[in-house]
């Protein structure tokens, strides 16, 4: 059985070295908001190239400060309106309605998944202040046009970098692009850790202090509160795992773009459309997405000759007994995408035999 995807396998390399920096956390006595932390936060603005990371207890955490931040700072108000893909993972969305703001849906190009910046324009009201990209499966979603309507109509740029650590537009890394990135180190993300955690990056200064601030609640100082802020801190344990799976995180992004071309130049079934492959580093190949037809019977097929599979994701969030109001609505590329797609084994433990099988399965499929 080749599994989607196998946690324990990704991490086991790494083993004695996690082992180590855990229980070098554990002596040290210090478990919140210490050398761990900043440390960490130094290492992923090093690598990311920003100014300023901070640690939060998640990634849907992280993106829903950033607009909190920008509200705290008088930037934006209750009512006002992100552009946002319609067919992004909930938590994109969630970000914006938790602060009262508008989510505008936008169709995604069915050639990238990501956000269709044809229709961007014909989106923005006099009340959009900001376009929040998703780098969906691992694909950088950025580049001169979302950046020049962004200036124009003086929109910030806040990035959804959780599934493309690594990424790469023209030599600057996914959270780097716009005006700020949250990230998400969920086990599964490409820079995993070992339980939830997440990350703002950003190189505007206040931005990241006030985000700082509304992590800890609300508080600069301690026991003095700027803001009726929330307690969301990545924690020691999660930041020492994360500094040391940091230094692979390219090397295993490498792994993935190899699978990925294997993947590429491998799959020829006329019933499988497959997936952008992307400039050389835009992608990091967070999940491998074909789309088929007869979804149900090729992931059942698949299951029957060993191979696990997932969809990501079956429902889009307009369809959503959360977001019920929206329910009446048709974005039919972004259905069409939801009805027809589904992941395929790609993560840096799988092995050139599993790539070969996974090739072999999806080619004799009828
Ligand atoms: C995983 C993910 C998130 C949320 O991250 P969590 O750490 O699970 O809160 C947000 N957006 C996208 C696109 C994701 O894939």
């Known amino acids: 059985m080749i599994p989607f995807l196998d946690l324990k396998g990704l991490n086991?390399?790494?083993?004695?070295?996690?082992?180590?920096?855990?229980?070098?956390?554990?002596?040290?006595?210090?478990?919140?908001?210490?050398?761990?932390?900043?440390?960490?936060?130094?290492?992923?603005?090093?690598?990311?190239?920003?100014?300023?990371?901070?640690?939060?207890?998640?990634?849907?955490?992280?993106?829903?400060?950033?607009?909190?931040?920008?509200?705290?700072?008088?930037?934006?108000?209750?009512?006002?309106?992100?552009?946002?893909?319609?067919?992004?993972?909930?938590?994109?969305?969630?970000?914006?309605?938790?602060?009262?703001?508008?989510?505008?849906?936008?169709?995604?190009?069915?050639?990238?998944?990501?956000?269709?910046?044809?229709?961007?324009?014909?989106?923005?009201?006099?009340?959009?202040?900001?376009?929040?990209?998703?780098?969906?499966?691992?694909?950088?979603?950025?580049?001169?046009?979302?950046?020049?309507?962004?200036?124009?109509?003086?929109?910030?740029?806040?990035?959804?970098?959780?599934?493309?650590?690594?990424?790469?537009?023209?030599?600057?890394?996914?959270?780097?692009?716009?005006?700020?990135?949250?990230?998400?180190?969920?086990?599964?993300?490409?820079?995993?850790?070992?339980?939830?955690?997440?990350?703002?990056?950003?190189?505007?200064?206040?931005?990241?202090?006030?985000?700082?601030?509304?992590?800890?609640?609300?508080?600069?100082?301690k026991y003095r509160n700027q803001y009726a802020g929330i307690n969301s801190r990545l924690d020691e344990l999660q930041a020492a795992v994360l500094k040391v799976k940091l230094q692979y995180l390219d090397s295993e992004n490498e792994r993935r773009r190899e699978i990925a071309a294997r993947y590429l130049n491998g799959i020829d079934n006329a019933n499988l459309i497959l997936p952008p492959k992307g400039t050389a580093r835009s992608h990091v190949w967070h999940l491998f997405v074909v789309r088929v037809e007869e979804r149900d019977t090729f992931a059942a097929y698949l299951r029957d000759k060993g191979v696990g599979t997932m969809v990501h994701y079956p429902v889009p969030p307009h369809k959503q007994p959360a977001y019920a109001s929206w329910n009446d609505r048709h974005y039919p590329i972004t259905e069409k995408i939801h009805k027809t797609v589904i992941s395929l084994p790609l993560n840096p433990s799988l092995t050139d035999d599993d790539a070969q099988t996974v090739i072999d399965v999806c080619n004799a499929y009828k």
Request: aromatic share 8%.
């Open 12 to 221: 086991a390399p790494h083993k004695d070295e996690l082992m180590d920096a855990v229980s070098r956390v554990i002596d040290s006595g210090w478990y919140i908001l210490g050398d761990n932390v900043a440390s960490f936060e130094r290492a992923f603005s090093d690598y990311c190239g920003v100014r300023n990371t901070i640690g939060t207890g998640n990634g849907l955490d992280a993106l829903t400060l950033i607009f909190r931040a920008y509200k705290e700072l008088g930037i934006f108000h209750e009512g006002d309106e992100i552009l946002v893909p319609a067919n992004t993972y909930i938590a994109s969305i969630l970000a914006i309605t938790e602060n009262r703001l508008t989510a505008v849906l936008v169709e995604p190009d069915m050639g990238t998944y990501n956000i269709d910046c044809d229709l961007l324009e014909a989106s923005i009201s006099e009340r959009t202040k900001g376009i929040l990209t998703v780098h969906l499966y691992g694909l950088v979603s950025y580049g001169d046009k979302m950046r020049s309507i962004a200036d124009q109509y003086g929109l910030k740029i806040i990035e959804d970098s959780a599934q493309a650590a690594g990424a790469e537009y023209e030599g600057r890394r996914a959270g780097s692009l716009g005006d700020a990135g949250g990230i998400s180190f969920f086990p599964s993300k490409n820079l995993g850790a070992l339980g939830d955690a997440g990350a703002v990056t950003t190189d505007d200064d206040e931005l990241a202090e006030t985000v700082r601030a509304l992590r800890n609640y609300g508080s600069h100082t």
